[in-house]
């Protein structure tokens, strides 16, 4: 997949997941268009959205991650980078 692809499979895991505020956000638009990087701090994922948003990554590019994985993470700019290197 191309960073643009996996931005958008990361985008569309964040809506599936209900992550609060991010569907149609700046920061959705930002991140899709490689325009900015989100900081998981600004997203505020919680334990039920982490897991969803694991399971819709995994769904969608078969790369395996848990919860904690993303937690660790600082950013969705650092999330593209994981999933860019488990493909």
């Given at each position: 997949?191309?960073a643009t692809e996996l931005r958008?499979?990361?985008?569309?895991?964040?809506?599936?997941?209900?992550?609060?505020?991010?569907?149609?956000?700046?920061?959705?638009?930002?991140?899709?268009?490689?325009?900015?990087?989100?900081?998981?701090?600004?997203?505020?994922?919680?334990?039920?959205?982490?897991?969803?948003l694991c399971i819709a990554i995994?769904?969608?590019?078969?790369?395996?991650?848990?919860?904690?994985?993303?937690?660790?993470?600082?950013?969705?700019?650092?999330l593209l980078r994981r999933l860019?290197?488990?493909?």
């Amino acid at each position: 997949m191309t960073a643009t692809e996996l931005r958008n499979v990361i985008a569309d895991a964040l809506v599936y997941a209900s992550v609060p505020g991010f569907a149609g956000s700046r920061a959705d638009s930002d991140f899709r268009d490689a325009i900015r990087d989100v900081s998981m701090a600004e997203l505020q994922i919680d334990s039920l959205a982490g897991m969803e948003l694991c399971i819709a990554i995994e769904l969608n590019t078969g790369v395996s991650l848990a919860p904690t994985d993303i937690a660790a993470m600082p950013s969705l700019d650092a999330l593209l980078r994981r999933l860019e290197a488990g493909q």
